[in-house]
């Protein structure tokens, strides 16, 4: 089944870069965005914002790419935010403790002052 997802990328300065994303996040979906972040790291980006506004689904692989996004940015020596206004997204963030992990925010203002 193909789903689309759409990702704008928005660089700031040398070091941290926007990703909007607008669609589903999904297994079938989420490796795009898991090859955007690691593409942003390997270009020397690794204070990353990954802005979920636009966003209308997340399932589980969905979160798993969140996660592996936040090591490999840490790993980096970076930092990686998260923006989301969506309650569903936000209960399940809570949920699965991920808001205790993840730099989750309202505004790309706020991701953005969160990477540093």
């Known amino acids: 089944m193909s789903r689309e997802l759409v990702i704008t990328e928005h ?3 040398a070091e941290r870069h926007v990703l909007a994303v607008c669609g589903e996040i999904d297994q079938f979906t989420g490796p ?12 020397g980006r690794s204070r990353i914002v990954v802005d ?12 798993g790419v969140l996660i592996g996004a936040v090591r490999h940015v840490r790993d980096s020596g970076g930092a990686l935010a998260i923006v989301n206004v969506d309650a569903g997204s936000a209960k399940t963030f809570q949920l699965t403790g991920l808001d205790q992990i993840l730099a ?3 505004t790309r203002e706020e991701a953005v002052q969160a990477v540093g």
Request: with cysteine; glycine share 0%; charged share 15%.
């Open 11 to 13: 660089p700031i300065d």
């Open 32 to 43: 795009a965005l898991k090859r955007a972040i690691t593409a942003c790291v390997a270009d």
């Open 52 to 63: 979920l506004t636009q966003t209308t689904f997340l399932d589980s692989s969905a979160l």
């Open 104 to 106: 989750i925010v309202a």
